[in-house]
């Protein structure tokens, strides 16, 4: 099994562009969830989806959206890009919902000029 | 995050010493609690995690306690090495959602030689 997986590992994006970052877990967990990491803040939740076809927000979901059409796959979409969306991302899948262990993939470093 | 507060945000300990870590939650319903250790440059991974019905539990060198009168839990590692030199980030769930956790702000600990 390759886990959970996210590409790409590190991006440059100039405020006002859009991208999608990938996620995918091949362990037909039903529960996926995206965080952003920022020094000193430790990992805020984004979105997160509970089953295929199934979305909802978490803490700090403006300036995002997600959707997931497929239990393996969990795209986080950045709408118009913005300095303050600089951090690192990282995906989490788990079988149930929060109480199972969050496995977590090997995080997107973002940068937003 | 919102209802979970640690402390320390910083910790040097000698090679061989403890190491505790403590958090606080807001929300007497919540009922689970992991903790996850994040190395430099790499993704979060569960260590370990305790439900709201028991008091206590080990796994070797760590263990974790829980006190729900007082809303808060500890970690403690015993007898440090060097490689549990990492961030060290608590969670809980958030305050009115079963569906979503809470992260802690992370502690780095870094053990002496």
């Known amino acids: 099994n390759a886990g959970v997986t996210q590409t790409p590992k590190f991006q440059v994006l100039k405020t006002g562009q859009s991208m999608t970052l990938q996620c995918a877990q091949d362990?037909?967990?039903?529960?996926m969830s995206w965080y952003r990491q920022d020094p000193g803040m430790g990992l805020r939740l984004i979105h997160y989806s509970v089953g295929a076809g199934i979305t909802d927000q978490g803490e700090v979901p403006n300036g995002y959206n997600v959707s997931r059409s497929t239990t393996e796959d969990f795209p986080l979409r950045l709408l118009s890009a913005a300095p303050s969306q600089t951090s690192v991302y990282f995906c989490a899948s788990s079988y149930g919902a929060i109480q199972e262990t969050q496995y977590f993939g090997p995080g997107t470093r973002l940068l937003v000029l | 995050g919102e209802n979970v507060e640690q402390h320390p945000s910083t910790l040097s300990v000698q090679e061989g010493d403890s190491a505790v870590i403590k958090c606080t939650y807001s929300?007497?319903?919540?009922?689970?609690f992991p903790w996850y250790k994040q190395e430099l440059g790499k993704r979060p991974q569960l260590i370990i995690d305790?439900?709201?019905?028991?008091g206590e539990k080990k796994d070797q060198r760590i263990a974790v306690t829980l006190n729900k009168t007082a809303k808060h839990f500890s970690l403690h590692i015993t007898e440090t090495q060097p490689e549990d030199s990492a961030v060290y980030f608590c969670a809980a769930p958030r305050s009115g959602s079963a569906r979503q956790l809470t992260f802690g702000s992370g502690t780095q600990l870094t053990v002496l030689p």
């Open positions: 929300d007497s319903a919540s009922n689970y």
């Open positions: 362990m037909n967990h039903e529960y």
């Open positions: 305790i439900r709201s019905n028991v």
